[in-house]
């Protein structure tokens, strides 16, 4: 799932939303595991939060009618999007997670060099378009 930035500032309080900006690149590639784990932890307590308060919102929409069915609708929405937001929080956290302790000596930051006189070069170095050369 792909959420807006805009749409997460919406949904989320601020320290929310800087859980949410932290999950994604490049400022995820900078976290340790154990800061990996402690994110992780956050989004999935917070994504159990918004997943029981769906089921509470929809409920508290039986019997209501006009503004109070309405609102209880735009707080079973929101609670939803949340849900489904933290859990994708979650997942990328615990897919950095796993990479990172698969292979330890992971570096931090993947980065691709660029240089002017000779082009892009991939991650592993490796000419992406290679000068040529008409003589």
Sequence with gaps: MHIDPEKARRLCSEAEFELFTE???PTILTFTAEGLKKRAYQAQKLFELWSGRVTTEKDAGWGKVGEAR???ATGYLTARQKA????D???RFDTRLKEVLKNPTLPARDTVKFRKETGKLDKGGHLLNPPTTDD
């Design 23 to 25: 999950s994604r690149e």
């Design 89 to 91: 929080i979650w997942k």
């Design 70 to 72: 309405k609102k209880a």
């Design 84 to 87: 489904e937001l933290f859990e």
